[in-house]
Structure formats: C-alpha cells, structure tokens
C-alpha cells in the first residue's frame, strides 16, 4: 500500500491543490475544492495533523466497511499520525479544519482540546448531524475563518482556540445524542462485550494471555478504545478498564474463597507479572487486601 505522508499545514495544502494558507498552523478548507483527479485509488496518507472534517458525499458513502446512513453530513475527527484510506467519494461538499499540534500545544487551553475522546475514534465511528446541527457548527467554523483571514494580532489566538472549544462542546453534546439515539445498536455492542468478558475470564489460567486490555477488546468488536469506552460509559455509567477490573476482582475473589493457594499464584494465574500490581488492584476495588479479604470470608 502506497502512503502519503503530510507534516505541515502548506504540505497539506499543496496535497489539495489548493491556494496557499494564510496561516501556517491551522486552515479551513473547503472541501468541493480539494483537486482528487490524481488521486491513487486506495491508496493511505498520514497527517501530522488533527483535523475536524464534515463531509456530505452524493451517493452511497463508504468508508473502511461501514456505510453511513444520515445523508445530511457526518463530522470525523483524527489526531496526527492516523492513518486515513477513504472509499470512492462522489461529489464531495463540506469544510474541514487542520490544526498543527503545535498551535494547539502552545496554551493550556489548547492543549485541553486534544484531550476530547473522538479524536480517537476510527473513521467509520464518525458523528452524523443534522441540518440544525450542522449550521450551529458552521457558525463557530465561520468565526474561526474569519480570525484566520484577518491580520494576526495579539487576540487571533485566543479568538481562535474559543471558537474552536465552542465546537467542540457542540460535538461532545451531538456525541450524546447519538449515543441516546442508537439504543439498540449500543446494547447490542455492550452485550457481546459482556460476552467476551465473560468467555476471557472464564478460562482456567490466564497466564499466556496475561490481563486483558482496552484495546483486546476494541479489536474483537472492531471499534476503537475511545468510541467502545464512551459507548460503554453511556449505556453502563462504567469505562471498559473498569469493567475489565471488576471483572477480573470478581474471579480473585473467587480463587481466594475457594482454593488455598497463595497470592501470589492466584496473581500470577490471572495474568499479573508482579503480585504487587495485583494487590494494588484489589485493595483499590474492595477496600482490603487479598490477604484481608481472604479472612473476611
């Protein structure tokens, strides 16, 4: 597979076959203007780049192999480094915004905005919107261009990085919707993680295995461990690391009321390198050490 590496906000330009952008960290592009005639069919790029990009594409729309289903338009979100392969997109419209680290990591305010969660989410976990919900978005879209067409000045900063946290927050809260929406979809996704949970934990010795991750689990139901978390803390109230630890607490108690061994075995069958680590855990959950808890009973 063929990859295209873009580092910069004048690369990625240059990339679009679009004019030059009149500012070095961050753009807003729009999109129906992006040159896709040489364009290498499947091939992959990377952006050293976080990026906000709400598209609207005629026809069916595919990406990786999950076909959206609003036709009003559907918001993605990177983070750097991410690598983005698109479908076949037929009369692309909408805008996108690019942002260099570096202009976010240059404040703390800045900074707090890459910490939102859908910056990780793959591609085919992307939020459909709305018409309403799309022109409230353009709104803060128009502001953040207008800063970025003026001369910079000692507030282009600050005036930028407010709008872009107002949508954000728009984001996060149109996120909830469609969590709330999709009820049935959700509770299917949170039942096969139970499963898997269930049939993980259900094995004699996990020592091979070791202790399970997010991202174990996130492969197996072929989500990213942003968007599985965030589902899974809607729908439970609980982020999948702590599923996976009362999980993983409720079958050390069962060892310790059951069996004789020591603790350190019991750690060890349960995928811990160090008995440490697992005492920790314990004690965190329950309230008492293994040892302790065992004298409980």
Known sequence: MQYTDIPSIAALHAFFRCEKPRHPLISVVDLAKVDRTERVPDAAYRLDLYSIA??????????????????????????????????????????????HPDFLHASPKGYELTRYSFFGYDANEGLHISDAEKNVLEECVRNIEKEISNNLDNHSHHLILSNLELLLSYCARFYDRQFLTRVKAGNDIVEKFDRLLDDHFAQDNLVASGVPDVKFFAAQLHLSPNYLSDMLHKYTGKSTQEHIHLKLVDKAKHLLWSTEKPVSEIAFELGFEHPSHFTKLFKNKTGHSPREYRQLN
């Not at 076909?67 to 692309?92: C, R, W």
């Open 54 to 99: 709400c598209k609207k594409v005629e026809g069916s729309f595919k990406y990786g192999r999950t076909h959206y289903d609003f036709s009003e338009g559907t918001l993605m979100f990177t983070a750097p480094n991410q690598v983005l392969i698109p479908g076949i997109e037929n009369k692309v419209a909408g805008w996108a915004i690019y942002m």
